[in-house]
């Protein structure tokens, strides 16, 4: 059921990378479903997280061990969440950690745990801990496709982007992959993202690039409006390809913090195409708003409302409930006479009501269409934010219903 | 599809109030589909309206109308809301109330005009004028029920209350009806209804018992999130029983209010209980609270999430997907350790995680049920609010995905 984009680019190796990925029977016995993430010393690491306060356990160790220096590891499991697991479930993650530190020899701050699948469940953290060896054993430069597969849950395809820069004859890879499908909204999701680069970037600077390209890509993307407990965005930089990326390397700077934009935004968009149920890859884009918060509220509202969503589905060019989700979205004193609402390239919407060249035909050759956009024009001011979304499918409602079973 | 409640209570006739139900061939000939309703002199009428700014041209003249005088017929047409159609469509609504004032020359403002049904098509203003003769003709004391068919749009069944009390050896009645099924949310929805008392009261009281009783119902359901361009709720006395209510009569007052309160109640419950595709009537209650706000922000946050609702549709006790909606509700500093959620009498979450006392068997045993409560004790203060909601079933998605079809 996913929306376009099928194949994979080439997924470049990232020196001072490897990656492991094996089967621990979290859930599901034989599913490859433990991925282990190697980061050579020197390495930055940064890293954005779920706002849910009922984070996940690996969550909040996670930031904890960041707080204590670089990691050398990253774990990650799929089949269970590991929150809602109070206490319990913190010592667990925390034992997966001190598994992996012990075979190397190193502090358990510089392991970093992560999991994602049924929350509430107790992780069954031995299986996960008998499976490292086999994880260290299956470490690879050229492990990241298996691992997109690994940290998949209903997800119906692997997601990983590649690219690399240029810079004076020499070469900086970024590669990574993500993982979505469901409880996808702004502030992260049951969203896991891997991207290492062997570029070389402080810490500070780097957790600075990642935060803002977060918020343009894997925050600007709404399957549900569910939050969920364990979203984690990494970005790894080894530092590998000796090219180092500063505040004053100005030309660079832009081009790799350009580079990681497109990386993340590729990533975050594999996870609206394939949203549970979707159908359509929806483009939500308000214009000429008063504030980019007043921008937002409105593309949300539209990008959230069931009734747009269930019009999408059924490629009906139902435009009144875009515009009745704009009248509500809570902008004080809309210019209901003056803005447009636009379905394609088609004006939906003008003088307070259906636009006068507005023909259905018009609205139905693009809402029949697999990618729609939806462009909102408030007249109000400058300031401009697009955000992604699905439809909503009966294959939504049905994954949903059926998840635990 | 509609949960509980299926058969209607007597609807006493109100003294003052009469009723005329017609077809006018709005969307389907032959459907009842107008609905006149005649309100005696010296009446008070009080109103409350969607906060949509695209609010529909009849929304706006009843404001409009109701500053300039008491009315003296509401005239409501099912099949087409006339909303989203500028100011062809204003002057369309301002037609139907000219046509309804010229039959006992009255003033066209003493003419409410209300519609309902798809956003953005022209009103077919002739076949509704050609049909007010034949609504005044059927004009009758005793025209409630058939009313509140009339007034129908995805509804699968009328909702109508009736109720009676007793003063000093005198009777009040409170009788109303009501329409809803989707885009039903706070601050009103597609959500039309009609209650008439007998009782004599000041326009001004009456206004701000409708306003506080309407805030405590109407604006604490949700099906879907979205806040329809049309909703209205009409408040009539029309004085016919003699008994003033006044700020003097407290006791009166008192008996009053909570009659008003319990009727509007149950057409709200109503209107839940036939949300679109509607198989469970949900309840969810927020306690302990440092305020009314954040108690209805968490309450939202659960009522609108697309993962509890389809996991009440399919009776599943998933509660992690309840505590991640607590989670992300917004509320700054939230006490996860200190807070329980409740799933009808299972305590489902305490000590930041799973409850130890809880059991699947006993979550199955609340989820199975019709009827369902979802408690949250935030210990934070000593606010509470309550909104009430529906599953979200694959009927929802079928609905609204072949509405206009």
Redo the contacts between chains.
């Keep these: 059921m996913a929306v376009g984009l099928g194949t994979l680019p080439t997924l470049h190796p990232v020196a001072g990378f490897r990656i492991g990925t094996t089967s621990a029977g979290v859930k599901t016995p034989g599913r490859k479903d433990l991925v282990l993430m190697e980061i050579a010393a020197g390495a930055s690491t940064a890293g954005v997280f779920t ?5 996940a356990a690996p969550v909040k160790i996670c930031q904890q061990h960041l707080q204590q220096g670089m990691p050398s590891y990253l774990v990650i499991n799929t089949g269970n ?1 590991n ?7 913190y010592q667990d993650a925390l034992d997966v950690c001190q598994a992996v530190a012990e075979v190397t020899g190193i502090a358990v701050h510089q392991v970093l745990p992560f999991s994602t699948g ?3 469940e107790k992780l069954p953290k031995e299986r996960i801990i008998d499976a490292i060896p086999a994880a260290f054993d299956a470490l690879t430069d050229d492990g990241w496709l298996e691992a997109a597969s690994g940290i998949m849950t209903t997800d119906t395809r692997p997601k990983a982007y590649s690219m690399q820069l240029e810079h004076q004859g020499q070469k900086i890879t970024l590669t990574g992959i993500s993982k979505g499908a ?2 996808i ?1 702004p ?1 992260m999701a049951t969203m896991l993202a891997y991207i290492a680069t062997d570029a070389q970037v402080e810490p500070a600077l780097l957790q600075k690039i990642l935060s803002r390209a977060a918020d343009r890509s894997f925050n600007r993307i709404t399957i ?6 364990n979203d984690s965005c990494m970005l790894v930089a080894t530092g590998a390809s000796g090219i180092a990326v500063s505040e004053t390397t100005t030309e660079l700077l832009a081009a790799f913090d350009a580079a990681v934009n497109k990386v993340l935004l590729e990533l975050a968009q594999a996870i609206v195409r394939d949203g549970e149920g979707a159908t359509k890859f929806v483009t939500v884009s308000v214009e000429q708003a008063a504030s980019s918060e007043e921008a937002l509220k409105t593309a949300y509202a539209v990008a ?4 747009v969503k ?2 999408l ?2 490629s ?1 060019p ?4 875009i ?6 979205a809570g ?1 004080d004193n ?1 210019d ?1 006479d003056g803005l447009q609402i636009w379905l394609g390239e088609a004006c939906i ?1 003008e ?4 636009a006068e060249s507005y023909t259905e035909a018009a609205g139905q050759a693009v809402m029949s269409r697999e990618e729609i956009t939806i462009r909102i024009v408030l007249n109000r001011g400058d300031q401009q934010e697009t955000v992604w979304t699905t439809d ?3 294959d ?3 994954i ?6």
């Design positions: 706002l849910n306060q009922f984070c969440a929150a809602g697991t109070g206490k319990t479930g049924v929350i509430g469901g409880m909204k502030n549900d409006g569910d939050t969920s407990t959230h409302s069931p009734l269930t019009a589905f059924a009906d139902n435009w009144g409930r515009l009745c989700a704009v009248g509500y902008i809309l209901v919407v003088n307070g009501g259906r909503l499918s009966k939504y409602v049905a949903n219903a059926d998840y635990r079973s």
